[in-house]
């Protein structure tokens, strides 16, 4: 270490003369290399890097107006899927509505035929048992006379329905 600071010390009494202001033929060599490297970069690197950068703007712009035209299809898809609805609702109401007229008159045109079934069922009922009425009550009339000719008989003790006497 202590050579170390000899020379620095050495370098600074003997190299007195020179001022690092006032460039040395260093400078020059390294600035040349700076200006080789500059125009290696500028002639080789910066154009592909550029042209790059170009197509990807380009790509970015169409993509851009892509997505606008996107969105503009997408608008007029939804206001023509909106007014496809609208109209596929109320055709389906008049569809129904329709439906319901037809089936109230199917029910009313049911209900007058049952209504018509009703009234002959109950009309012939009604004879059937007019009928059975006359004719129980015919067979009840003679049953009676019967029974009324024996009780009168076993009563009186003399055979009524022949009219003699026993």
Do not use: C, H
């Amino acid at each position: 270490m202590g050579e170390l600071t000899t020379s620095i010390v050495a370098a600074e009494e003997g190299g007195g003369t020179s001022n690092f202001l006032i460039p040395n033929g260093t400078f020059f060599v390294v600035l040349l290399i700076f200006l080789i490297v500059l125009g290696v970069i500028a002639k080789w690197v910066v154009p592909p890097v550029s042209k790059v950068l170009a197509e990807r703007e380009a790509m970015l712009a169409k993509t851009a107006a892509d997505n606008r035209k996107s969105a503009e299809q997408v608008a007029a898809a939804q206001a023509d899927y909106d007014k496809t609805m609208a109209d596929a609702r109320g055709e389906a109401s008049s569809i129904r509505d329709e439906a319901r007229v037809a089936g109230r008159q199917v029910v009313d045109e049911k209900r007058a035929v049952a209504s018509g079934e009703v009234a002959e069922t109950v009309k012939s009922a009604d004879q059937q048992l007019s009928q059975q009425g006359s004719a129980a009550q015919s067979e009840l009339q003679s049953s009676v006379d019967g029974l009324s000719a024996t009780l009168a008989s076993r009563i009186l003790g003399v055979d009524v329905n022949s009219g003699g006497s026993r």
